[in-house]
């Protein structure tokens, strides 16, 4: 049986990006209860790639059938199968994916990242992101998480140096810069990265539309710093196409349609010499702890979309000092608080 259900998430600050801002989120949470075993999911919809808690939950439920009828330890034929029946909304396939896969560990009695033969002691440092906000109340939030190497740093404003500047006075962690398409002249994105790698940032996220895909190789050509696509990147299918424009690619389950896909994009990605981020959107303990099952396999890590939450229903994965902390749960290792 599938249980689907609309949580308020509310965040601990207000979140806001390049493109909007939010106090809270509504994630669609997915239960299946099959042979007294339930798989949870979690679909984060977000309105960039038109998504909603609404249709999300329509497209869950087409899933009951399939979920009650085929063996869920077949999930690699599953996953064609909803492929095929989830055709929008990506977060409920990630939703669902995640589902099965946790029922699935939860029948044989292993964690996820021992399912896929990993390690998890190879896992990147995850970094804490940080929202655009007054340049104090960015310092602030870097100052209350003193302890993480390394900062994610939200740009695409107006007064993206004047940010930096203030950052730095604060700390001499490891900075990226994530400008959610912010930058729209490709000559002002090359300036604002030059000054930037002058700042000792690593690397810069989508520093503009994903669909200016010549300006974005023109700035690769001439770029310090390696830039990684994220709002460029959805599926497997993608990938090919970003290797002139882009040092690497964020994967996140909720764009991908859950873990089975991201491990597809994760070897094609390997197979082309880019670089490889996992990253996430703003979510409880579930789809975190989904994610962190494949993060041995990848070069860089941003899974904090928990640690920005008031108010997380989930335990599972957890940080400590910018360390994936594993338990040894099965499935997606995740309990309700
Ligand atoms: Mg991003």
């Known amino acids: 049986m599938l249980n689907v259900k609309t949580q ?19 994630n669609v949470f997915v239960e299946i209860n099959k042979e007294g075993i339930t798989g949870i999911g979690e679909a984060a919809p977000n309105v960039r790639y038109d998504e909603d808690a609404v249709r999300t939950t329509q497209r869950l439920n087409e899933c009951s059938q399939t979920v009650e009828e085929k063996n869920l330890l077949h999930f690699q034929d ?3 199968e909803i492929d095929r029946t989830v055709t929008d909304q990506s977060c409920a396939k990630a939703a669902i994916d995640m589902a099965i896969l946790d029922w699935a560990g939860k029948k044989l009695g292993a964690p996820l990242y021992k399912m896929f033969g990993l390690n998890p002691d190879k896992s990147p440092l995850t970094s804490y992101s940080i ?19 390394i900062f994610k740093i939200k740009l695409g404003k107006e007064n993206d140096r004047e940010i930096i500047e203030a950052i730095r006075e604060v700390t001499d962690h490891v900075i990226r810069v994530d400008a959610n398409e912010g930058w729209h002249d490709k000559e002002f994105a090359l300036a604002q990265i030059k000054w930037l790698a002058d700042k000792g940032v690593e690397f810069v996220e989508q520093p503009m539309p994903a669909e200016m895909m010549d300006e974005t190789a023109w700035l690769k050509e001439r770029s310090p710093l390696p830039l990684i696509a994220d709002e460029a990147v959805k599926k497997t299918s993608d990938i090919i196409k970003l290797a002139d424009a882009y040092h690497g690619i964020n994967i996140k389950l909720m764009k991908s349609g859950g873990i089975l896909e991201a491990l597809s994009m994760i070897h094609l990605a390997r197979a082309t010499g880019m670089k490889i981020m996992l990253g996430c959107m703003v979510e409880s303990s579930v789809a975190i702890s989904a994610a962190a099952q494949i993060a041995p396999f990848v070069d860089y890590v941003d899974l904090d979309g928990n640690l920005l939450l008031a108010d997380d229903p989930y335990l599972g994965v957890t940080v400590k000092e910018g360390k994936l902390i594993y338990n040894d749960l099965p499935g997606l ?5």
């Open 131 to 149: 929202g655009i906000d007054s340049p104090e109340n960015m310092q602030e939030r870097v100052r209350e998480n003193a302890d993480m190497p």
């Open 8 to 26: 308020k998430l509310h965040l601990a600050h207000t979140w806001t990006i390049a493109r909007n801002s939010s106090d809270y989120k509504e």
């Open 78 to 80: 599953l996953k064609q």
């Open 333 to 337: 290792g995740v309990i309700a608080r």
